[in-house]
């Protein structure tokens, strides 16, 4: 059974760029979701996709949008980076939404935005 | 909105000790999930243990297992026989019960650094 896989680890982007995430769920999984973990902070909630529809999502700007892909997998899309953008970006995936067995969490991609 | 908050930034523990990890929450459901995960240096969060809210009976796993008390909204964290292994940043975690938009969305606390003196 494959865990989540996130990519890249790391990436160093100037401020204005653009950035995409990426992010592939456990096998058997439909559900991911997306948080920002800022240093030392924990994760908040950008959004969730099930089944390639958003479902949810937190007190975020439209520049932050994603998408998911019939193989679940999904991208996690930044547009216009500002220096608050900088931190740990953590994708889960899960059975379902709200699933009972709780959530897969990936390694995450640090973004440092200069 | 829900909260969950957690008072303790750091703490401490000698290995083999016991310690315990608080957590308070605020909501004005009844149908709800909580959740204590941990995050090592190598940033995956791992699930340590998970209660359900109408359930009355304290969930545990191993020798991690959580004092729920519900009409406090208070949900903390007991680590039996700690373990150099435990040392990470312990997370507190809400999640509502079924149904409307943003089901399944985790509301994270601002998390414990818990340290295990050998």
């Known amino acids: 059974e494959t865990g989540v896989t996130q990519s890249p680890t790391h990436l160093i982007k100037t401020r204005g760029q653009q950035v995409t995430l990426r992010c592939s769920s456990q096998?058997?999984?439909?559900?991911v979701s997306w948080y920002q973990q800022a240093l030392g902070q924990g994760p908040q909630f950008i959004f969730q996709?099930?089944?390639?529809?958003?479902?949810g999502r937190g007190n975020f700007p439209p520049r932050f949008s994603g998408l998911q892909f019939p193989n679940y997998s999904s991208e996690l899309n930044v547009n216009a980076l500002e220096l608050d953008d900088s931190a740990l970006y953590l994708c889960?995936?899960?059975?379902?939404?709200?699933?009972?067995?709780?959530?897969?969490f990936g390694s995450g991609t640090r973004l440092t935005v200069v | 909105a829900q909260t969950v908050t957690q008072s303790q930034p750091e703490m401490s523990v000698q290995e083999a000790e016991t310690v315990t990890l608080s957590c308070t929450y605020d909501?004005?459901?009844?149908?709800?999930?909580l959740f204590w995960y941990k995050q090592p240096p190598s940033r995956q969060m791992i699930l340590v243990i998970r209660?359900?809210?109408?359930?009355?009976q304290n969930a545990t796993e191993n020798r991690f297992s959580v004092n729920f008390q519900k009409a406090a909204k208070s949900f903390s964290l007991k680590i039996s026989d700690s373990q150099l292994g435990d040392a990470a940043m312990y997370f507190c975690?809400?999640?509502?019960?079924?149904?409307?938009?943003?089901?399944?969305?985790?509301?994270f606390g601002q998390g414990t650094i818990l340290t295990v003196h050998p």
């Open positions: 209660q359900e809210a109408y359930k009355q």
């Open positions: 996709y099930y089944r390639e529809e958003e479902n």
């Open positions: 975690a809400y999640r509502r019960g079924k149904g409307g938009t943003s089901y399944g969305k985790l509301t």
């Open positions: 909501t004005s459901e009844s149908d709800y999930y």
């Open positions: 096998s058997g999984h439909n559900t």
């Open positions: 889960a995936s899960s059975l379902f939404a709200g699933s009972n067995y709780g959530y897969t």
